[in-house]
């Protein structure tokens, strides 16, 4: 089953309340989801969309190289890929347990209605509540980043490839996140099936 709309930010029309958020931006119908902390981490307090500061951009950049955004910028043209917070609100400071947990309704509602094939957690939070919360990896000691940083982890239902934070990348981590998306295109990273050969008509039907 395929989303039938075409708008690229808050394709879902996400309201929560606060003053200041930055919704999800992309392809409602992508097989990429990159998840970021929230706006004052990874950037979007200014322009409306996540990963638009320049770390962001230093991630785009990178997604254009893999083939997963189309160009670098404000407003860049994606391609099969979805970008979102965890906490879409902007934050004065750090954001309390509490907050966090109030802005997962809306994460995890926009998470499954997108219902990406791979998701792309930036940072140590977002990877730590990708690994615990959407497979069957769990991650009960400190995430590092360092060495997951590209790494393909496949478990229950989605994969997973975490990003390190750019705003902490050296000279290798451009490329090494390059190839590891790159790698990960030429397998079968959607792992569907086409149940159509048991329906009537020509139709696939193509299920995970």
């Not at 409306?48 to 962001?56: K, R």
């Not at 907050?99 to 940072?123: K, N, Q, S, W």
């Not at 509540?129 to 400190?142: A, F, I, P």
């Not at 790494?151 to 990348?169: A, M």
Request: aromatic residues 8%.
């Amino acid at each position: 089953m395929r989303n039938v709309t075409d708008r690229t930010s808050n394709p879902f029309g996400m309201q929560p309340s606060c003053d200041r958020f930055v919704p999800g931006y992309g392809d409602a119908n992508a097989d990429f989801h990159v998840i970021g902390d929230h706006p004052l981490i990874h950037g979007g307090e200014d322009t409306g969309v996540p990963f638009t500061d320049e770390a962001g951009k230093r991630l785009q950049t990178a997604l254009v190289e893999s083939g997963l955004l189309e160009t670098v910028g404000d407003e860049p043209v994606v391609n099969k890929t979805f970008m979102s917070y965890l906490h879409m609100c902007v934050p004065t400071s750090t954001p309390t347990k509490a907050e966090y947990t109030d802005m997962e309704r809306f994460f995890d509602a926009e998470l499954r209605a997108i219902a990406a094939h791979v998701l792309l957690p930036v940072g140590a939070t977002a990877t730590n509540h990708v690994l615990n919360n959407y497979t069957s990896v769990g991650w009960k000691t400190d995430i590092d980043m360092e060495s997951l940083h590209g790494l393909e982890l496949r478990g229950s239902g989605f994969l997973v490839l975490p990003i390190k934070d750019p705003v902490e990348w050296d000279d290798g981590d451009h490329d090494e996140l390059v190839d590891g998306l790159e790698m990960l295109q030429s397998t079968d990273f959607r792992r569907e099936s086409d149940l159509g050969r048991f329906m009537p008509g020509d139709e696939p039907y193509l299920v995970r």
